[in-house]
Nanobody
């Protein structure tokens, strides 16, 4: 059974940086768009970044220029580099294998003001 395991969350001050990692068991990377999403309690889960099978990326406006998604297919790992963090970035961040519709368990990111 394929699983996604996120790591790298934590507490950081405004303006700081974090790098999230998502490791997959099983060979799904070559067959899936990989994505990072986030959710604040009570709100819907929103996309943060996508990286397509061919390597192209997509970001919503709030992430452009601050967040970078990358993937290492040899390591079955996708990363999210987050810079210039703001308190409104506080959320649980989830990794997703889009076509397989598989989610990780989430990792908490808290940005203090």
């Amino acid at each position: 059974q394929v699983q996604l395991v996120e790591s790298g969350g934590g507490l950081v001050q405004t303006g700081g940086s974090l790098r999230l990692s998502c490791a997959a068991s099983g060979s799904i990377f070559n067959m899936n768009t990989m994505g990072w999403y986030r959710q604040v309690s009570g709100n819907h889960r929103e996309v943060v970044a996508l990286i397509f099978i061919g390597g192209g990326t997509s970001y919503p406006e709030f992430a452009k220029g601050r967040f970078t998604i990358s993937r290492d297919n040899a390591k079955n790992t996708v990363y999210l580099q987050m810079n210039s963090l703001k308190p409104e970035d506080t959320a649980v961040y989830y990794c997703r294998a889009v076509q397989a519709e598989i989610w990780g368990q989430g990792t908490q990111v808290t940005v203090s003001s």
